[in-house]
Structures are given as C-alpha cells and as structure tokens.
C-alpha cells in the first residue's frame, strides 16, 4: 500500500508538470512558423547544390517545381499540426523515432520486393515475347506499351521531371530518381565519393605508441664506412679536379646581355632567337624615304597633271603616299590614312606565310655535268662533202654496202639506185614503179645482194658486184626451182611465197600485207620482214638458202615498229608502239621488256657491242638503254622538236646520229665501257643541217659509212649527202 501512494504521487507530479510545460497558442502558431521556414531552407539549399551542379534549364524547372512541392508540404505540416497538437510539438516524446526513420529513406522501393518473377533466366530469352515473367499464380506478366521516340520527347518537353526517369528493364517500369540518388549519380559522374560525409582525405591516425620503444629493428652495429670518408669518392674528384685544369671539361660561360642593340636590325640576327630552330622574324616595314619628309625637295613633289593621271590608274598600281610641303611641323593635319595602314600592317604581320626556305649559293655552272671537249672527240662528222642527186623524189630509205664502196637507196619515184661513195656515180638503176620503202644490204662482202621492200613484195636484187665466183654464187643463191608455198594454206590468206623475178633477175617473195623494212643477220642467210597489218603473221624470219619462212614464234603485243637481230648472239629484239621485247632465239623464250615510256617508238638501233640499245621516238626523244643496268632508260635525250625518222650507231666507233622531220640530224659520242661499274658517256657533238623540207618531211634516214667516221644522210627534198670531217 505504502508503494502504490508513493506511485500515485509521482503520477500526480508529473501531470503537473506536463500542464506547466503544456504550451501556449501563440507558442504552437510560432512554433508552426519556424518548421515551415525550416522546410523551405531545405528545399532552397536542395536546390542551389543542384543547380550548382548543373545550370540546364531542367534543374531550374525542377527547382521551381520541388520549392512548390515545398510550399504545399509546409501548408499540410500546418494542418496536420492543428489536428494533433502534442503529437507534432513534442521532440520528447516516443513517436518521434518513426518519424526520422521515415526521412531517413526517401525511396520505398528498397523494401519492395521484385514483381517480376524471371529469376536468373537472362532477359534476352524475352526480347522477342509479349511477355516479362510469370506471377505466382502461373500466369504471364505481360509487357508494357513502350513510347515511340516522338512520345518520349515531347513528354520530355512538357514534363521537367521527365530527365529523372530512368527505365527499369527488368521490372518492366520507369523509376524516377530522387534529389539524393540525383547527387550521388552526379558526383559519380565527376569522379567523387558518392557520399557527400565521406572525407577523403582523413588525418592519419597513429595507431602505435613509440614511446616506449627501448630497441631499434635491427641491432647490427654501425657499418665503418658511415663515418670514414670514402676513397674512392676522392679519386673520383680527383679525376674531375684534373680534367677541369687540363680543360677537358668545359664549363659555359655565363651570357653576357649586349648593352646596345640594332633599333631598325634583323630579328633573325640575334643569336638568342635563331637558336630556336622554329622562329620566324615578321616583315620589317619599308623605312621612311625623303618623299615622306614633311619638307621634302621640290622634285619629289608631284604636279597637278601627275596628280590627275594617278585617279585613272589601277588602285594597285597608284602610288600610296603622295608627298606634300609643309613649312612648319605645326602645319602638319592628321595622317588620314593612319588607321588603314595600321590594319594593313596587322593584316601583313597575321597573314605572312611563315615558311623557312633554305636556299644555297650554288653557281649555276658547276651543276652541269662535267663533259669532255668536242676536239678531244674528234674524228666525227661536221660538214657536208657530197651531194648525190638523181632522184626525183624524197629518198625513203640508203643502206651502206659492207666495204663502204657503194651506196643503195629507195626513193618515192619508185626506183632503187646503186651509188660509188667517192665519186657521186649512179652505177645502176632498177625500176619498180611503186614506192620503194626500205632497202638493206647483206652484211656478208662476199654477197652483195640487196634486199628492197615495195608494197607487198620483198625483192633480193643482183647487184653485179665482185668478180665472176661471187657472181657465179649469187647466181645460185637467187634461183627458185619451184614456187614455195606456206604450210597453212588452208587460211583465207595466201600466206607468202618464193618466185622467181626474170625482170630484176633475183627473187621476189610475195607477202600478204604491205612490207615496212627488212633488216639481215649477221651471216646473211637470214632476213627478218615486218608488216605492221600482218597480225599474229607480222613478223617473219625468211632463209635465202633453203627459201624457206616462219613465222615469229613469240605472241606480238601490239603492232610491231620494227625488229632487228643481235649482232654476236641469236638475240631478236622486237620493238612495238609502246616497248622492246627481247628474245632469245634458241632457248625461245622472254629474256627483257624494255620500258620506253614513249608516245609512239619510231627506230630501232643495236650497240655493236649488243649490250645498249637507242631508241626514237615520234615525240622527238631518244632513249639510251643500258640492258645490263636496267630495264628503264638511263638518258633521254630531248633534242629534236619533231618526229625521229630513224636512229644508227657506227660499227667501229664510239659514234651514234638521229634523223628528224626539222631536216636536222644530231651526232653524239657515246662510249661504252667494258667496266660494269661505269656508266655509258654521252656527250652531244653536232647538229647538221642542209636539208630542206618538203610536204612537212625533213630528213628520213641516216647511215654510217662503215669503215670511216662518215654519216650519210636521205632527205625528203630528193637528196643524198655525206657528211665527214
């Protein structure tokens, strides 16, 4: 009984003192106040942290939106508190706990469990089903209408929240972010602590007292070497000591600042910018002359008539400045154009092109090739001798017989003439009635048969040199028993065939297509034929003593020009519109492709030697090929403005000429030596002219005599001329 009163008593006291601590009105309409002013300072420092973060337009509307939010949370704080007076005023009291851990998690989702009942089965097995998992009753949770892009962003334009929603694939719903996982994705992003109370730089905390300490880590007695002084580090010294004295090693001497400096000098002169390899002085202005003087001469000063004649002139080419006199410095009005030629200068100084040239002081001469003199060269061609006249029309094509004795050519006329070098005497003429086009000697002197190409005939003439056996074994030579006809017969064309030519007494081997040139070997037993329109048949090889032909047994790439023998070896070179191919006749196979890079291949011509070949061309260039060196020309020379009509080298000296349509014919030196480490030398010796041209054609062809330093020369004006020295 005695506790129960003392119970009741302290009951009563404490009602007491809750009427005592019981407020008042004007206390709870106070009270009210502070809370929602409290509320609206949370949500304005909410929202300059945000907007500190970003400054978009979204954070500003959401700033906007949750200060509303604010607003209208305070008013229901106000009401709620009005309903239940000591419930909201009293922090004391046990209902409190709740209500903090309520702020404390602002999103439920944590606690809610997922709806989607997939498990770990990967949500790719779904992309193609109407549906995202099954509920607990068995059945299918079925996918929500998602918005096409149009929805989304206008819904992203009419709602400022819409930037917070973020799609939740597996629950198969939008989530919106609140403004604490707003900041922690946001200092994610930059690189910070997601928590804002997370320091990361803490002091450090020794966790061990060292007070106590008595022994170190290790007890091994001092090392000798700590407090005696290093010999070897003396010697090393010493050695710097002796070097700097001997001046072995040398220090940079301090700089020294010049005291006086260059007001109108170079930039690049300094030695302390051109040390720096990328700088570029800018443009010095032109200096003042006397015309700018304010007083200048009367001389400088131009007169009412100049002054009228610089208005019609271009603005370019009008004078910028305009001297005047004035008699005093006060006189002087206000540059008018200083502003203009201000922004000129400024214009000069950021347009420059600042790029750094380098140039050389080289003498123009020394880069030229250091050539031999023409006299240390000599003997070679220069003027012209002889004259051979008697055709009357241009001389297509002159062959030297192997003595150098007698000369043959083929002229339009349609005749082939028999010439005596030295004496100009035209031994014998054989008429055709067509246009001659080639004519070739056998290069045998025990055979002197001629070889003459007209239209689509190739006849081997009896010259009647020699005495009677070289006659007697001519004779033989050209005598057809039977008319020999090609293998293939069965073709639309008749092929080519052996007959005999009472008329010329000799040979005339009928083609099907018009003969361009015949060039013989080297023993004169075989003879080559070219018909550019022959096709696959455009090249044959003829036999005089069997009367035997065949064809060339290589594929033709394009239409040939001309093909020529090698003078040691049975090499064929064959050369077409574009290139020279080199084939080897007993092994029957490709040995080179020579590589003009030429328009058009005019000639063809063979060093004695075999190794180098020239080349003309249609465009006025010669190519020189060293076979050994490459496949590409080692020179070209560009020495004629127009067509090269043929090209020839000298049998026994270093000597080779080409003829052109500008009625010129070039002689060059060119020596080839046996050392394969040496280059050919080639040096230009003389151009001779005599010629006159007729119907647009100069000089069509050109021969070396072939014993002597001689060059004859056909032209299209009907003559024959031998140039020596």
């Known amino acids: 009984m005695g506790a129960s009163k003392k119970e009741s008593v302290e009951v009563d006291k404490k009602k007491k003192n809750s009427k005592k601590t019981q407020p008042t009105k004007k206390e709870k309409h106070n009270t009210e106040e502070s809370v929602l002013a409290q509320k609206l300072e949370d949500t304005a420092t909410d929202y300059k942290e945000l907007s500190a973060d970003d400054d978009s337009e979204d954070y500003k509307s959401v700033g906007e939106s949750e200060a509303g939010d604010g607003e209208s949370s305070g008013d229901e704080g106000i009401h709620n508190t009005g309903s239940s007076e000591g419930l909201a005023i009293d922090g004391q009291s046990e209902d409190s706990e709740p209500h903090q851990g309520a702020e404390e998690s602002d999103s439920s989702e944590d606690e809610v469990a997922p709806r989607n009942t997939v498990g770990d089965v990967p949500l790719e097995w779904y992309r193609d089903?109407?549906?995202?998992?099954?509920?607990?009753?068995?059945?299918?949770?079925?996918?929500?209408?998602?918005?096409?892009?149009?929805?989304?962003?206008?819904?992203?334009?009419?709602?400022?929240?819409?930037?917070?929603?973020?799609?939740?694939?597996?629950?198969?719903?939008?989530?919106?972010?609140?403004?604490?996982?707003?900041?922690?994705?946001?200092?994610?992003?930059?690189?910070?602590?997601?928590?804002?109370?997370?320091d990361p730089y803490v002091p450090y905390v020794d966790w061990f007292k060292w007070e106590d300490a008595k022994h170190p880590l290790s007890n091994a007695p001092e090392p000798k070497s700590r407090f005696i002084p290093s010999k070897w580090e003396a010697k090393k010294v010493l050695g710097l000591v002796r070097a700097i004295r001997k001046g072995y090693i040398k220090f940079d001497k301090p700089k020294e600042e010049p005291r006086f400096y260059m007001l109108w000098g170079d930039d690049a002169s300094s030695s302390e910018k051109t040390g720096h390899l990328s700088y570029i002085p800018a443009p010095k202005p032109n200096l003042p002359g006397h015309e700018e003087s304010y007083n200048p001469s009367l001389e400088y000063i131009p007169t009412q008539e100049e002054i009228n004649s610089y208005q019609l002139m271009d603005e370019e080419d009008r004078?910028?400045?305009?001297?005047?006199?004035?008699?005093?410095?006060?006189?002087?009005?206000?540059?008018?154009?200083?502003?203009?030629?201000?922004?000129?200068?400024?214009?000069?100084?950021?347009?420059?092109?600042?790029?750094?040239?380098?140039?050389?002081?080289?003498?123009?001469?020394?880069?030229?090739?250091?050539?031999?003199?023409?006299?240390?060269?000599?003997?070679?061609?220069?003027?012209?001798?002889?004259?051979?006249?008697?055709?009357k029309g241009a001389v297509m094509s002159m062959s030297t017989e192997a003595s150098g004795q007698w000369i043959a050519s083929g002229s339009s006329d349609g005749t082939v003439r028999l010439w005596e070098v030295e004496t100009c005497r035209c031994i014998k003429v054989w008429e055709f009635g067509e246009i001659v086009q080639y004519v070739a000697w056998n290069p045998l002197p025990e055979l002197p048969i001629l070889a003459v190409t007209v239209g689509q005939d190739v006849f081997l003439l009896n010259s009647g040199l020699g005495n009677e056996e070289i006659q007697r074994k001519v004779k033989e030579l050209l005598q057809v028993e039977t008319p020999k006809a090609p293998e293939d017969s069965g073709n639309k064309v008749s092929g080519w065939s052996w007959l005999?030519?009472?008329?010329?007494?000799?040979?005339?081997?009928?083609?099907?297509?018009?003969?361009?040139?015949?060039?013989?070997?080297?023993?004169?037993?075989?003879?080559?034929?070219?018909?550019?329109?022959?096709?696959?048949?455009?090249?044959?090889?003829?036999?005089?003593?069997?009367?035997?032909?065949?064809r060339h047994p290589f594929k033709l790439h394009g239409l040939p020009v001309s093909a020529v023998f090698h003078p040691t070896r049975s090499i064929f070179f064959v050369s077409t519109k574009k290139n020279v191919r080199v084939y080897d006749l007993l092994k029957q196979k490709l040995i080179k492709k020579l590589e003009t890079g030429l328009r058009e291949v005019s000639s063809i011509s063979i060093h004695p030697a075999g190794d180098n070949v020239i080349v003309g061309s249609r465009e006025g260039k010669l190519c020189w090929f060293d076979m050994d060196l490459s496949s590409k020309p080692y020179k070209v020379l560009k020495c004629h403005p127009k067509d090269i009509t043929n090209v020839a080298f000298h049998r026994s000296y270093p000597l080779f000429a080409s003829c052109s349509d500008d009625c010129t014919a070039y002689v060059f030196h060119g020596t080839v030596y046996s050392d394969l480490n040496q280059n050919p030398l080639i040096v230009p010796l003389e151009i001779l002219r005599g010629h006159a041209s007729s119907n647009g054609r100069g000089v069509l062809d050109c021969k070396f005599h072939p014993r002597q330093p001689w060059l004859f020369t056909a032209g299209a004006d009907s003559l024959i001329k031998l140039y020596c020295h």
Not at 334 to 356: G, H, I, M, Q, T
């Open 129 to 198: 089903e109407k549906h995202i998992g099954y509920d607990i009753a068995g059945k299918k949770i079925k996918k929500k209408e998602r918005q096409d892009k149009l929805d989304s962003f206008l819904a992203n334009v009419d709602d400022s929240k819409n930037w917070r929603k973020i799609y939740d694939e597996y629950n198969d719903e939008e989530v919106e972010l609140t403004k604490d996982e707003t900041k922690l994705v946001r200092r994610m992003l930059k690189g910070k602590a997601p928590h804002a109370d997370f």
């Open 319 to 391: 004078p910028k400045f305009i001297p005047k006199r004035f008699t005093s410095l006060r006189s002087i009005p206000a540059y008018e154009n200083a502003v203009k030629d201000s922004f000129e200068r400024c214009l000069d100084l950021y347009l420059c092109p600042r790029v750094r040239k380098k140039r050389i002081n080289i003498d123009p001469e020394s880069l030229k090739p250091k050539l031999p003199s023409r006299k240390d060269l000599r003997p070679y061609p220069a003027t012209c001798y002889l004259e051979y006249r008697g055709h």
């Open 500 to 550: 005999q030519d009472d008329e010329h007494e000799g040979i005339r081997l009928r083609h099907f297509k018009a003969v361009y040139s015949v060039e013989w070997h080297r023993k004169g037993d075989y003879f080559s034929t070219v018909m550019p329109a022959g096709d696959s048949k455009a090249i044959l090889i003829h036999q005089l003593s069997k009367k035997f032909t065949q």
